[in-house]
């Protein structure tokens, strides 16, 4: 198989770099500042280099730059020794990389796996036993061998994108970069991806440029960049990087959570020293331990939960089951029986897989998916004598009850408002003003322009942006964050008492994801009664939801608060799902023999190994 | 609202028709197309039908998903026969209301017109029923070869028509979440007069253009690093092969639709007494 994926190409001279940037400067035409502001570096053949910075930060175009989609308009760019400021330069040197981006759908052009993977050889006019070779190669070296005739549209988003590395492979690139390519997949899918890219490194030595928003990705690099406004800031091992601490901060990037936690227990007299693996933590601590003599140590036990909360806007659903295009061939079962009760003023977590049904199951809380019995055509079947008849699901929200066919759904959609995965794919409108004024004009036909304007920019300000500033822009005008916090505002302007929100954090950086989180609980408090996230970061549910339950298969497969959920760690695995990190450090600490209850925020770990160790107790 | 659009009506099954080389089964349907064309007879008709209906029977293709085809041209069968009904003129007058007269030869032309249109869209449907959208692009692309002679841009062509393939699905369900989102924020699609109807498309056909051109965009950087080039050194990895089975319904499908032209011709020698009421002039 090594061989098969090797360039039989032009070879790299000895000694010289894979990838070479000098003083390279580029503008996009309609702005002032560049966008890459005279970057300088290089890359060693064989070598794994992770790039991180905020959003806008320059390293996309960094690797647009690479691949010849974009031309540098100053300083030199040399791709496996070939100088890319000509066009026949960029051709030739586009032999040597490949590139795989963030949306796995974007970047296919066949309806079969195998033709997809073909396309690469096919344009540089490769013969068809090689290609044939490659393609199996190709899929071999990503574990999809056995998908080489399905068709991409009906697979995950993590076997997608290993997909497009495939299809990349096949033009036996030297360099393989990585442009966000894990932003938009669920935790195993992108565990899938970083795991096909890491062997690559190891087995095959294609050098990797991997350009990522995850510190858990950064770190498997041999050496990592960051970029703050077009300019390289920092270089070295990702340790090096993570360990340097404030300075992170200023290039608006968050501290690594596990950095926080040690830092917090050296406060409280723990000795631990700067870390980035939960393993190296639970290792300071445990000797921490033994040299105090508490080996064992026990922290504190929670209360235990006092079950569901109840109160006037509760949601109940009893036997729910939903089959996609039921009674063809394509038909699938989406949701098989789901019992499952959301309390008014909870802040609950939807965990789970894509496709395991979490999705159905909220369409489900605003009718945009109808019980059968509520459809206009849905006729009671007749029964036979002695026949018992079927079981009907129930679902009530608040006062409506959803079964009913008589159920005012416009007003039911005013008061449980959705946000959808990405929902600023969904402005439409001239202006902000406009967009955010869509829902409420639809669910309040009779309300005067003024009173619109003002609720209008009432939501506006709610999601943390300036009504002054936004309200008359076009939506598309904003950046990627702030279409989000419009698109947040056309929901939340109809003031719901519930707010569902399908991955509200996706695809973000990490401190826009702390913002959006932030924003979340704001509006919890002053806006809506509920909310209800769906998610797959298991550290965003352990640090927001007061309760949790995770589906899979179409089923409730648990369901409660996130101390008791995340402690069950065998049963998530087992699930196929992760666990926060603070989890994986009570995982740990339990090989030392130390029994740590706490509540699975950094801050409830923190206070609860303190406790424990008989350091200071936290107020 | 696009819940049940599954894409294309391909019927999956394992059958000798579904495995046969698509550009059999397109050579096929032209030369059952000439034959129904060809037909004067309703003994043309016959042999058609027996064609058709020996394909339906080898395919594994249930007669229900293949009838259920015609039920798209409904109304047009039944416009056509009403205009033939009435205009049509003959010799022998069955009916007169006015202006309006009916003549026998109308009726039995205007019967003959459905049956052709019926078995026109049948034959086309077990096409699309027994063939992927993928395959049916490759046998197109591989039959229009030649006319890469005439510097007819064939492989560009089909191409295009293999992303548009490729991307009616992704679009489909973009269609759907925005469907969902706007229906959320309390839009309304199914009431209204057609104006309004209208107008309330414009919350989904923005976003989707929007997306359609941003999924445009990085689909031709993703095809430019992975060294697409239109230029003729490019090769083709995907060979359409002719084996056994092909020839087999090669030479039965030409044999049956020969047959079809030839009885057609040569009916009314054969059952002279039938004319004049089989016989379409």
């Known amino acids: ?619 | 609202m696009l819940n049940d659009v599954t894409f294309g009506q391909y019927y999956p099954a394992d059958s000798f028709a579904h495995r046969l080389d698509p550009r059999l089964k397109l050579l096929l349907l032209i030369a059952y197309i000439v034959a129904l064309f060809v037909a004067k007879t309703f003994y043309g008709l016959a042999a058609c039908a027996l064609f058709v209906v020996a394909a339906v029977v080898i395919s594994r293709v249930p007669f229900g998903s293949v009838l259920r085809s015609v039920k798209g041209i409904l109304f047009l069968l039944v416009f056509t026969a009403l205009l033939n009904l009435f205009l049509h003129g003959g010799e022998h007058l069955l009916a007169e209301w006015g202006i309006i007269h009916i003549y026998l030869e109308g009726v039995i032309f205007a019967v003959f017109l459905m049956f052709r249109l019926i078995f026109l869209v049948l034959g086309s449907a077990l096409l699309t029923l027994t063939t992927t959208p993928v395959s049916l692009t490759d046998g197109l692309e591989s039959l229009l070869k030649p006319l890469t002679w005439i510097k007819f841009p064939v492989h560009a062509l089909a191409l295009i028509m293999s992303i548009a393939l490729r991307f009616i699905p992704t679009l489909i369900d973009e269609t759907n979440r925005i469907i969902s989102a706007q229906k959320a924020r309390g839009a309304d699609f199914e009431s209204g007069n057609l104006f309004k109807r209208v107008k309330a498309m414009v919350p989904i056909l923005i976003p989707l253009l929007i997306s359609a051109f941003r999924r445009a965009e990085e689909l031709g950087d993703a095809m430019d690093a992975r060294c697409y080039t239109n230029s003729p050194n490019r090769t083709k990895y995907k060979k359409l092969t002719f084996t056994w089975r092909d020839g087999v319904a090669a030479l039965v499908g030409a044999a049956l639709i020969a047959a079809a032209v030839l009885f057609n011709v040569y009916a009314c020698e054969i059952f002279p007494a039938a004319y004049p009421y089989v016989v379409i002039a």
């Not at chain 1, 608040?398 to 159920?407: I, T």
């Open chain 1, 1 to 619: 198989m090594s061989q098969d994926l090797r360039q039989e190409g032009s070879p790299l001279p000895e000694g010289a770099p894979a990838l070479s940037f000098s003083n390279v400067k580029f503008y996009y035409p309609e702005s002032q500042a560049p966008a890459v502001n005279g970057v300088s570096f290089e890359v060693r053949r064989g070598e794994f280099v992770s790039v991180i910075g905020h959003n806008g930060s320059g390293k996309s175009t960094l690797a647009r730059l690479i691949c010849g989609l974009l031309q540098a308009d100053e300083g030199k760019i040399r791709v496996w020794g070939i100088d890319l400021s000509d066009a026949d330069g960029v051709k030739e040197a586009r032999r040597h990389t490949g590139i795989v981006f963030q949306n796995p759908d974007n970047q296919m052009v066949a309806s079969i796996v195998e033709d997809d993977v073909a396309f690469g050889p096919e344009n540089l006019g490769v013969e068809r036993e090689e290609i044939g070779r490659r393609i199996e190669a190709s899929l071999a070296a990503v574990g999809m061998s056995d998908y080489r005739h399905a068709t991409p549209s009906r697979l995950s988003g993590g076997q997608k994108q290993r997909i497009a590395v495939a299809g990349v492979l096949a033009i036996r690139p030297d360099i393989l970069i990585l442009d966000e390519s894990t932003a938009m997949l669920d935790p195993r899918g992108r565990r899938e991806v970083i795991e096909v890219v890491g062997r690559l490194n190891r087995e095959e030595g294609i050098t990797v440029l991997l350009i990522t928003h995850f510190m858990e990705e950064a770190l498997l690099a041999d050496r990592t960049i960051v970029m703050n406004r077009g300019e390289i800031v920092m270089q070295g091992t990702p340790e090096d990087i993570f360990h340097s601490g404030e300075s992170l901060v200023t290039y608006n990037l968050c501290l690594p959570e596990i950095t926080s936690m040690a830092d917090a227990l050296r406060e409280r007299g723990v000795d631990t020293r700067p870390c980035l693996r939960p393993e190296e933590l639970a290792a300071d601590i445990a000797a921490h331990a033994a040299k105090t003599g508490r080996q064992c140590a026990v922290s504190p036990r929670i209360s235990p939960d006092k079950g569901p909360k109840h109160g006037a806007w509760d949601i109940d659903i009893k036997d729910l089951t939903f089959t996609y295009s039921a009674k063809s061939p394509f038909a699938s079962k989406a949701l098989r029986g789901v019992d499952l009760h959301i309390g008014e003023g909870e802040f609950f977590g939807v965990i789970g897989h894509t496709g395991s049904g979490k999705s159905t199951l909220i369409q489900h809380l605003n009718a945009l998916i109808k019980l059968p019995q509520a459809n206009k055509k849905y006729r009671p079947p007749k029964l036979k004598k002695g026949q018992t008849p079927p079981v009907m699901p129930e679902l009530r929200v608040g006062p409506y009850d959803l079964a009913d066919k008589k159920c005012n759904f416009l007003q039911l959609r005013s008061d449980v408002g959705m946000v959808f995965q990405y929902p600023e794919y969904q402005l439409f409108a001239e202006t902000v003003a406009e967009d955010v004024a869509f829902g409420l004009k639809n669910f309040n036909k009779d309300l005067s322009p003024e009173e619109v304007e003002e609720r209008v920019r009432a939501a506006i300000s709610a999601v943390g942006l300036d009504p002054d500033e936004v309200c008359d822009k076009s939506p598309f005008d904003l950046s990627g964050g702030q279409k989000r916090r419009v698109a947040i505002a056309g929901v939340i302007v109809s003031r719901p008492k519930i707010l569902v929100l399908d991955e509200p954090a996706a695809g973000l950086d990490p401190l826009g994801k702390k913002e959006i989180m932030e924003l979340l609980h704001a509006l919890h408090s002053e806006w809506c009664r509920t909310v209800v996230i769906v998610s797959h970061d298991m550290d965003e549910i352990a640090c927001n939801c007061t309760r949790a339950c995770v589906v899979s298969d179409g089923r409730i497969a648990m369901c409660a608060r996130p101390h008791e959920l995340f402690a069950r760690t065998e049963e998530l695995r087992s699930l196929g799902l992760d666990v926060p990190l603070t989890a994986k450090v009570c995982e740990e600490l339990k090989k030392y023999g130390m029994d740590i209850d706490c509540d699975y925020t950094p801050q409830g770990l923190v206070a609860a190994v303190s406790a424990a160790l008989g350091g200071e107790r936290d107020a």
